[in-house]
């Protein structure tokens, strides 16, 4: 089956702690993107990644780190420098013409 | 500065009858209006588009029209089923001019919930 896939589901970090959260690809798609949903918000552009090795920092990319190292992967890194990093993940990915996203289930990270 | 608004955070409607979600945007610049689905503890999932030139799209009870005078798209879902209650999110997207990047903005949800 083709998808996305996000690991882990759930989360949990001590302050101070850095994370990283998974998120494959196998719909072969060219641009993959990680968002974040906190309650009652919409989605917000973390990181994006047209390509292979390439990276643009979203709207709030401040305390993440990403690469895209090949196509069908691309992990994010919640640092210790995001203030507020307790949130719903969101992973995605699309062919890059009309707008159209797939996807992940998500992960939820929660700070102690 | 919020260019894709949804200012109803929720919606009831009966089981039966159409539910029309809004959502309002700023920038002309848009190529695709799209709605996504979205459950609890899920990833959202795409339910439908429309491009900029068009003024209405329709799939099976989902249709959705564009008003490019009043900067306005509206998602009609009719009959409203159960399964339908989720929170919608109306997205734009555009590709850059001279290149071949694009993005996409989200506006905040509208959480719909099908009564009996």
């Known amino acids: 089956d083709g998808g996305i896939t996000q690991s882990p589901k759930y989360l949990f970090r001590k302050e101070g702690q850095n994370v990283t959260l998974s998120c494959e690809q196998n719909?072969?798609?060219?641009?993959m993107y990680w968002y974040r949903q906190d309650p009652g918000q919409g989605l917000r552009l973390i990181y994006y990644s047209q390509i292979v090795n390439d990276f643009q920092k979203g709207d709030i990319a401040e305390g993440y780190s990403v690469s895209r190292e090949k196509k069908e992967s691309f992990p994010l890194t919640v640092t210790s420098a995001q203030k507020n990093p307790t949130a719903f993940y969101l992973c995605?990915?699309?062919?890059?013409?009309?707008?159209?996203?797939?996807f992940g289930e998500g992960s939820r990270l929660t700070v102690l | 500065d919020q260019q894709v608004k949804q200012n109803s955070p929720s919606l009831s409607v009966q089981e039966g009858r159409i539910s029309i979600l809004n959502c309002d945007y700023t920038?002309?610049?848009?190529?695709?209006f799209l709605w996504y689905k979205k459950y609890p503890a899920e990833g959202p999932t795409f339910l439908i588009s429309?491009?900029?030139?068009?003024d209405k799209n329709e799939d099976g009870r989902f249709t959705v029209f564009l008003n490019k005078s009043a900067k306005h798209l509206s998602l009609h879902i009719v009959p409203s089923q159960p399964g339908d209650s989720a929170v919608y999110f109306c997205?734009?997207?555009?590709?850059?001019?001279?290149?071949?990047?694009?993005?996409?903005?989200f506006g905040s949800g509208t959480r719909l919930s099908i009564r009996p």
């Open positions: 995605a990915s699309s062919i890059g013409n009309t707008g159209e996203l797939f």
């Open positions: 920038n002309s610049m848009f190529d695709y």
């Open positions: 429309i491009s900029s030139i068009k």
């Open positions: 997205a734009a997207w555009w590709a850059f001019v001279g290149s071949s990047a694009s993005k996409i903005i």
């Open positions: 719909l072969n798609h060219d641009a």
